[in-house]
């Protein structure tokens, strides 16, 4: 069944098989219901024991999807009944009852205007029928379905959807619930995320409508079809006619709601069917009737049910005779109709899971089923949309990753329309709402927009760069970890120097020089090009988003330099900014003038959060109830729209139902709480522990998908990580992950928040002897096994020193060929960390000079430089020192603690330990290594 299914309609009264009427019944309120009345039909099986099937509008999908979807108990207080001989009323047209013989079981179904006409007294009747009067049912069944389907079914195989930009495709999952928990948690968690990656590599958004949960537990059975079958209708609107539609059938069949439980209009709109049950009807509306192409079935073995416990073989098991044969008559038609479409496979018993309070049958051997899934829905949508073989250039893949990014953004913004209004009137006439903006000005100041971690500042930059596009205006936009080479301060500024170039009709003297700007000469460019900017009679709309996120934010003194305090009249810039951060600290510095406007992003009110819910998951056709509505949006954290958004995602792929309430009691208050909240939880149910192993390496350093899977590879194993398990762990923590790399090079992987880092800080990265294990199994693949000297020269150093591995560290920088031909200022700041860097006081019986020896000064090795000999370089680094340089201010030293032992007037040499005589050599330091207060030259390892 592809939605949660309520009970029939709530009445209080019941009746026997004859339909006699009984007294009121009531029951204790069940997974915290309210006492709401129960409607009871007393049924007796094929064997003539008397049984209770009791419904109720407020019971959990998962009760009505199991045999406990008609909560059959015997009852206590009435006698078995024989009603073998009994006959099966059926309803004719005019709707008055005849008594037919049960010889002919199959008049109980009639056709009437394409649909099957039953009463509610006779249809409870059906469950104490024979199975030889089950099949002439089912068969009759048949009959009025196959009138109902369409027969230019045979036109929709070869639908191609024609479309530019982003397409969505709503893949539905339909099966019953209790007998397929297994399942759908491998599609929820595995199956459909990889899927998504590969739409998203072709611009396809996927979304699955995996209605496990998400009809409230107040729902009417009529809103409960509604909201199951109008979500297939909608799965086919996207898609001409033809959705998506996922089928599992085990060995039950599922409910079967009565005529009494159908209103007149869904019957009409649906070509409702009875007996059919919740899942039949799914099957029939989304793929049957219209012999969808793009429909899987898929069966499962049930050989594996012999080993299920007996108290859990009803949920596993129909045990009555029409479910029955309806079920085998299901799959018969099926494989008939869809022959290419429908699979078997087969699954393994794997225990008992109680681990959320409820018990859950596990399942194992489900990869199989998985791989086919998937391989099944790729080539229906690749038939479906096809890929364009169109291919664009660097910069044409540049802009389309930001527009995608944006559209993405944006779209998810909800609320907010006050700091809309802000940007939008000085993106407009240069001043925020309320202000005035001086006619005399021939400069206008930048709009700062700032907010803590997670307040949607992104979003709310793309919006209003969307709406910045319907404004008469030229505009450019950048956002800072939106895609590949987007964090590169170098690709920035020039992405925008060659863009007012371009609007100016700018030429240079040398165009070749331009290609690529260094750092140091862009801010020089860009005002010069502003020149030109001025006179141009347009309106300019700059947009900079998430300007912290830089690569070079931290630490550079070059950050943000290049962006002027101010830009002519006729350009607004707009830049977003987290609050309280290095890049905020440096725009609004005192020094500048004129100073920023700003903009604050504050927290969400109650409206906007209830929107926020409704919208995420809303996509995904889940709905909370008005208790657990309230106790989400109520929580401080949601005042943080990240904050909401990772958790209704939580909420999203959470499978038990049941607890949905409980699972929001315990999400944490704060962002960083929910996100280790989270990632334990994405930790913990990783089996092969590779999710922990990324998050572990990421936070040491960037990586690439290919020194990822060599780094947390199996430590026995030759080969790196296997691609499926790797496929795995990086769709896990894709929404936590974003590419620094550069466009059309192999992704490179760092954590998208630093929340995020700060909280795998403080979580797995506590045992500084764990740590160190990490940082000596990353130096190793870098130094052992990575190709890239340039990338291996700088990891292998700063790993080493992590690690506090000071000898191997000092054998790498001297030793090795690749640190050698770094400049001497990227060595000094390693050295620095080995250097002994004791203050040399002036008495000279607490100093000594460093000598060489002959020999050692006459080699060319030793001291990691490139070329020269060893007297002639640096001591600590090994670059070259220039004789005009070899004074005694720069004579390298040692101090008390590290002079070697001699005797007096005697040297020791400082690279072989042994006596230095008559034609040894004084050390020098070189002009980095040297500046400052002399110091102690000994490495200490």
Not at 273 to 298: C, D, G, Q, W
Request: charge should be negative.
């Amino acid at each position: 069944m592809g939605s949660n299914c309520s009970g029939l309609k709530a009445g209080g009264e019941s009746y026997s098989l004859a339909g006699d009427k009984h007294n009121k019944v009531h029951h204790e309120p069940q997974h915290g219901h309210t006492n709401t009345p129960r409607t009871a039909v007393d049924i007796t099986d094929a064997g003539g024991n008397h049984a209770n099937m009791q419904t109720d509008s407020n019971l959990d999908a998962e009760e009505l999807s199991s045999s406990r979807d008609v909560n059959l108990q015997v009852s206590q207080d009435e006698k078995p009944q024989a009603q073998h001989e009994s006959g099966v009323g059926t309803t004719t047209m005019d709707g008055t009852m005849v008594s037919t013989p049960s010889t002919n079981a199959q008049n109980v179904v009639t056709s009437c205007n394409g649909h099957a006409k039953i009463s509610d007294a006779d249809f409870s009747k059906l469950s104490n029928i024979k199975e030889d009067e089950a099949n002439d049912i089912v068969n009759e069944c048949w009959v009025n379905i196959e009138r109902t389907c369409d027969v230019s079914a045979e036109a929709n195989k070869n639908v191609l959807i024609h479309a530019t930009g982003w397409r969505v495709v709503r893949l539905f999952v339909s099966s019953t619930f209790a007998d397929y928990h297994a399942e759908r948690e491998l599609l929820v968690k595995k199956v459909f995320p990889e899927l998504r990656e590969w739409c998203e590599s072709r611009h396809i958004q996927l979304i699955e409508c995996d209605l496990r949960w998400g009809v409230p537990k107040d729902s009417t059975t009529e809103m409960t079809i509604k909201t199951c079958l109008g979500e297939i209708d909608r799965c086919k609107e996207e898609s001409n006619g033809t959705p998506f539609f996922l089928n599992m059938l085990g060995e039950r069949y599922g409910w079967m709601p009565g005529p009494k439980n159908i209103p007149q209009d869904i019957q009409q709109q649906y070509d409702w069917v009875f007996p059919a049950s919740i899942t039949h009807m799914e099957i029939l509306h989304a793929a049957y009737r219209t012999k969808n192409p793009n429909a899987a079935f898929f069966i499962r073995d049930p050989s594996f049910l012999d080993k299920i416990p007996s108290d859990m073989q009803p949920s596993f098991v129909d045990g009555f005779p029409l479910s029955k044969v309806s079920l085998k008559m299901l799959k018969k038609k099926l494989k008939e109709r869809f022959p290419s479409q429908t699979f078997e496979y087969s699954c393994e018993y794997d225990g008992i899971d109680d681990s959320t309070g409820r018990q859950k049958v596990k399942l194992k051997g489900l990869e199989e089923f998985g791989q086919k899934v998937l391989e099944q829905f790729k080539s229906f949508i690749e038939r479906t949309f096809p890929s364009s073989q169109q291919e664009l250039s660097p910069e044409e893949l540049d802009l389309l990753t930001q527009d995608n990014f944006i559209r993405s953004k944006g779209s998810l913004l909800l609320g907010r329309s006050n700091e809309i209004e802000s940007i939008v009137e000085y993106a407009t006439n240069g001043c925020l709402p309320g202000q005035s903006r001086e006619s005399s000005n021939d400069t206008c100041p930048i709009l700062l927009v700032q907010g803590v971690p997670g307040s949607g500042k992104s979003s709310l930059m793309a919006y209003c760069t969307l709406e910045a596009k319907k404004l008469d205006c030229l505009l450019f936009y950048h956002f800072v970890g939106s895609g590949p080479g987007t964090t590169d301060p170098i690709i920035l500024t020039n992405r925008l120097y060659k863009w007012l170039k371009q609007i100016t009709n700018t030429e240079t003297e040398d165009e070749e020089k331009d290609k690529d700007i260094s750092y140091e000469l862009i801010k020089e460019k860009i005002d010069k090009v502003n020149e030109e900017v001025k006179k141009l009679d347009k309106k300019i709309v700059i947009i900079l988003d998430a300007l912290n996120q830089l690569s070079d934010a931290d630490k550079s003194t070059h950050h943000l330099y290049w962006l002027p305090n101010a830009f002519p009249s006729n350009v607004c810039c707009i830049a977003s900014v987290v609050e309280g951060s290095r890049s905020a600290n440096i725009l609004l510095h005192e020094d500048r003038n004129p100073r920023p406007l700003e903009l604050h992003v504050g927290a969400l009110d109650n409206s906007a959060r209830k929107e926020i819910v409704q919208h995420i998951l809303g996509a995904y056709n889940k709905k909370l109830d008005d208790q657990q509505m309230d106790l989400l949006i109520s929580l401080d954290g949601a005042t943080n729209p990240l904050w909401l958004s990772l958790s209704c995602e939580e909420l999203r792929v959470f499978g038990v139902f049941e607890r949905v309430t409980d699972h929001i009691k315990s999400f944490p208050d704060s962002l960083q709480g929910l996100l280790k909240f989270i990632l334990k939880r994405l930790v913990s149910e990783d089996e092969f522990q590779n999710v922990e192993k990324v998050l572990r390496v990421l936070e040491c350093m960037s990586m690439t998908e290919t020194e990822l899977r060599w780094i947390i590879k199996d430590g026995e194993s030759d080969e790196p990580l296997p691609m499926m398990q790797w496929a795995v762990v990086r769709r896990t923590l894709k929404p936590f992950l974003r590419n620094t790399g550069q466009q059309g090079q192999e992704e490179r992987l760092d954590f998208f928040h630093a929340s995020i880092s700060q909280v795998v800080k403080d979580t797995l990265m506590t045992d500084q002897q764990e740590n160190v294990k990490w940082y000596l199994r990353i130096s190793d693949y870098f130094q052992y096994v990575c190709k890239d000297n340039n990338r291996a020269t700088e990891a292998v150093a700063v790993q080493l020193k992590n690690a506090g591995a000071k000898k191997r560290l000092l054998d790498y920088l001297r030793n090795d060929y690749r640190p050698r031909r770094m400049q001497n200022v990227w060595k000094n700041k390693f050295y620095k960390f080995l250097q002994c860097g004791q203050i040399i006081p002036k008495i000279q019986n607490l100093r000594e000079e460093v000598s060489l020896c002959q020999m050692c000064g006459m080699q060319n090795q030793g001291l990691g430089q490139l070329a020269g000999l060893n007297k002639n370089v640096c001591v600590i680094c090994g670059q070259h020192i220039p004789s005009f340089w070899q004074e005694p201010q720069h004579i390298a030293l040692l101090c008390q603690r590290h002079k070697p032992m001699h005797a007096p007037g005697r040297k020791i040499c400082f690279l072989c330990n042994r006596p230095a005589f008559q034609n040894a050599t004084t050390g020098y330091t070189c002009m980095v290594c040297g500046v400052g207060f002399q110091k102690c030259v000994k490495m200490v390892t």
